[in-house]
């Protein structure tokens, strides 16, 4: 028997999969007003183009350590996060640029803490993968595979203990649904009826491994089905259709019927990390993938042929982002270093 066929648990769970998908299936006709677009796109191009200012910073020694771009993902986590309210905590893996940005938190921070900044995030301390911002319910950005899921668990868990109404948002890729943990985290979840959606980025490597190289089955919207945990696949190149499966999955979330996954279908342009060359995969793979499926690109189209925007508006934005990114590269790099003392402190707290 194949995985596609395997028998759902029982008809309870098929009928939550199923008026999730007619859900998102009926919302997807739904109309975006111009403004709501416009705000996808601004949110969407401010992180491809700091992204590759960071990738920039990078490549002159002003980034040490790792680096994980997320070119190519934006529609996931813009779309997703135009769902969230304040009582929302949101928790992610080490490629984590664009969900801090998409969360409010400052560019010119964001650029300090990769450059090792006092200004930054973390004091410079945390670098790439590990900011934090508390005022945004941003709970980082971690480098271990996996490790966001059993965090994010715990976060869902503090909603549910405090009955404060917030869901968590869990991020991690197709790298991490095969760690043990992951599945512990799901086994809980369930049990507790937990706020969580697990969202899957599946950007079909991991590392330098395909996931049909590295997964028995690649549905990996299903892999919560024996604790009765509803999954739903989803292009995760088109931010409209994220923002719709998102809504539903926070809804579903929010309203005590607990957990949920979704395997956001994407695609990164660039290698693993910035040392990895990715030749793993084809120049063909990746061309035609950014000629038919780029969200940023897909989405100034269909604004133009809708005549919402003329290419002379598009062009100013893409000047004000960069202006903007340029004017947070220009911070980070004038900012100071920490003090070296600053070594000894945030690692014991008081109480």
Same mark, same amino acid.
């Given at each position: 028997?194949?995985?596609?066929?395997?028998?759902?648990?029982?008809?309870?769970?098929?009928?939550?999969?199923?008026?999730?998908?007619?859900?998102?299936?009926?919302?997807?006709?739904?109309?975006?007003?111009?403004?709501?677009?416009?705000?996808?796109?601004?949110?969407?191009?401010?992180?491809?183009?700091?992204?590759?200012?960071?990738?920039?910073?990078?490549?002159?020694?002003?980034?040490?350590?790792?680096?994980?771009?997320?070119?190519?993902?934006?529609?996931?986590?813009?779309?997703?996060?135009?769902?969230?309210?304040?009582?929302?905590?949101?928790?992610?893996?080490?490629?984590?640029?664009?969900?801090?940005?998409?969360? @409010? =938190? &400052?560019? $010119?921070? +964001?650029?300090?803490?990769?450059?090792?900044?006092?200004?930054?995030?973390?004091?410079? !301390? *945390?670098?790439?993968?590990?900011?934090?911002?508390?005022?945004?319910?941003?709970?980082?950005?971690?480098?271990?595979?996996?490790?966001?899921?059993?965090?994010?668990?715990?976060?869902?868990?503090?909603?549910?203990?405090?009955?404060?109404?917030?869901?968590?948002?869990?991020?991690?890729?197709?790298?991490?649904?095969?760690?043990?943990?992951?599945?512990?985290?799901?086994?809980?979840?369930?049990?507790?009826?937990?706020?969580?959606?697990?969202?899957?980025?599946?950007?079909?490597?991991?590392?330098?491994?395909?996931?049909?190289?590295?997964?028995?089955?690649?549905?990996?919207?299903?892999?919560?089905?024996?604790?009765?945990?509803?999954?739903?696949?989803?292009? @995760? =190149? &088109?931010? $409209?259709? +994220?923002?719709?499966?998102?809504?539903?999955?926070?809804?579903?979330?929010?309203?005590? !019927? *607990?957990?949920?996954?979704?395997?956001?279908?994407?695609?990164?342009?660039?290698?693993?990390?910035?040392?990895?060359?990715?030749?793993?995969?084809?120049?063909?793979?990746?061309?035609?993938?950014?000629?038919?499926?780029?969200?940023?690109?897909?989405?100034?189209?269909?604004?133009?042929?809708?005549?919402?925007?003329?290419?002379?508006?598009?062009?100013?934005?893409?000047?004000?982002?960069?202006?903007?990114?340029?004017?947070?590269?220009?911070?980070?790099?004038?900012?100071?270093?920490?003090?070296?003392?600053?070594?000894?402190?945030?690692?014991?707290?008081?109480?």
């Amino acid at each position: 028997m194949s995985t596609s066929e395997l028998p759902l648990l029982d008809d309870s769970f098929k009928k939550e999969e199923d008026t999730l998908n007619k859900s998102k299936i009926v919302s997807s006709k739904n109309s975006f007003s111009k403004e709501t677009l416009l705000n996808f796109y601004n949110d969407m191009l401010l992180i491809r183009r700091f992204e590759e200012r960071a990738g920039q910073l990078y490549g002159m020694g002003l980034i040490g350590g790792f680096c994980h771009l997320y070119i190519g993902q934006e529609a996931v986590v813009v779309g997703l996060q135009a769902n969230v309210n304040q009582k929302d905590t949101i928790i992610t893996t080490y490629r984590d640029h664009g969900h801090m940005l998409a969360t @409010g =938190m &400052d560019p $010119k921070k +964001v650029m300090a803490e990769l450059t090792g900044r006092e200004a930054g995030y973390s004091h410079g !301390k *945390g670098g790439s993968m590990h900011m934090f911002s508390k005022e945004k319910n941003f709970y980082g950005g971690h480098g271990i595979v996996g490790a966001s899921v059993p965090i994010g668990t715990g976060l869902a868990f503090s909603h549910y203990y405090n009955d404060d109404g917030g869901v968590c948002l869990c991020y991690f890729g197709d790298g991490a649904t095969n760690q043990g943990q992951v599945y512990e985290s799901f086994n809980m979840a369930a049990l507790w009826n937990l706020p969580i959606v697990y969202i899957i980025e599946n950007n079909k490597y991991g590392m330098g491994t395909s996931v049909e190289r590295a997964s028995a089955s690649t549905d990996l919207h299903r892999r919560g089905e024996s604790y009765g945990i509803p999954g739903v696949a989803v292009n @995760g =190149m &088109d931010v $409209k259709e +994220v923002y719709h499966a998102g809504k539903s999955a926070i809804d579903h979330a929010r309203s005590n !019927k *607990g957990p949920i996954i979704l395997e956001m279908k994407t695609y990164r342009y660039r290698g693993h990390s910035m040392s990895d060359p990715a030749k793993y995969r084809s120049k063909e793979e990746l061309a035609k993938m950014r000629a038919e499926n780029d969200p940023i690109d897909c989405l100034r189209e269909e604004m133009m042929s809708s005549k919402m925007l003329d290419e002379k508006s598009f062009k100013e934005i893409d000047k004000k982002i960069k202006e903007r990114v340029i004017e947070a590269a220009k911070f980070a790099q004038e900012s100071k270093e920490p003090d070296p003392a600053e070594l000894w402190t945030d690692v014991l707290l008081e109480v």
